[in-house]
T-cell receptor, first 111, second 111 residues
Framework: NAGVTQTPKFRVLKTGQSMTLLCAQD?????MYWYRQDPGMGLRLIHY???????AKGEVPDGYNVSRLKKQNFLLGLESAAPSQTSVYFC??????????FGPGTRLTVT | SQQGEEDPQALSIQEGENATMNCSYK?????LQWYRQNSGRGLVHLIL?????REKHSGRLRVTLDTSKKSSSLLITASRAADTASYFC???????????FGTGTQLKVEL
């Protein structure tokens, strides 16, 4: 039982490049989330999904897109990376209520 | 934007002492959760307290919630060096089980 996994663990992009972060969970959770964490701050919600085929915007959605084609996967896309998107990205999953389970994070640097 | 504050921002204590962290928020909540983050790692859920509860215990952890003051506290008793980490409170409000995080308290427990 791997829990929540994220791919890749590290990535360096140049401004304007695109990439996709993959999140996978094996707990059959309905809900999935993408957060970003910047130095000295808590996590901020980018997008979330309450079920397969559904997505919704969080607190800081601009510059990101997401897709939830399969229940176990939640993808976060950056179409044109900017230095302001340098951050650590965390995926999480949960049942409809109660605690969230977090992945190990992806450290992204945009130069 | 963050919907709450945590204090202190940093706390350094000796092993065996108790550590108290406080969290304040501005809007009504469904529940409040505390998470722990070891350096460079994902978040781990510690405890959840519902809006109609006032106190909850889990091992060496004690959480209180005062909805009239919109505040919560996390007490770690008999701290250990392994408790060194950042601690975040997070509130759920509205639907989607979305979490809004505070800025965190960095706890250092010295031998």
């Amino acid at each position: 039982n791997a829990g929540v996994t994220q791919t890749p663990k590290f990535r360096v992009l140049k401004t304007g490049q695109s990439m996709t972060l993959l999140c996978a969970q094996d707990m059959n959770h309905e809900y999935m989330y993408w957060y970003r964490q910047d130095p000295g701050m808590g996590l901020r919600l980018i997008h979330y999904s309450v079920g397969e085929g559904t997505t919704a915007k969080g607190e800081v959605p601009d510059g990101y897109n997401v897709s939830r084609l399969k229940k176990q996967n939640f993808l976060l896309g950056l179409e044109s990376a900017a230095p302001s998107q340098t951050s650590v990205y965390f995926c999480a999953s949960s049942p409809p209520v109660y605690e969230q389970y977090f992945g190990p994070g992806t450290r992204l640097t945009v130069t | 934007s963050q919907q709450g504050e945590e204090d202190p921002q940093a706390l350094s204590i000796q092993e065996g002492e108790n550590a108290t962290m406080n969290c304040s928020y501005k809007t009504s909540i469904n529940n409040l959760q505390w998470y722990r983050q070891n350096s460079g790692r994902g978040l781990v859920h510690l405890i959840l307290i519902r809006s109609n509860e006032r106190e909850k215990h889990s091992g060496r952890l004690r959480v209180t919630l005062d909805t009239s003051k919109k505040s919560s506290s996390l007490l770690i008793t008999a701290s250990r060096a392994a408790d060194t980490a950042s601690y975040f409170c997070a509130r759920t409000t509205g639907g989607g089980n979305k979490l809004t995080f505070g800025t965190g308290t960095q706890l250092k427990v010295e031998l």
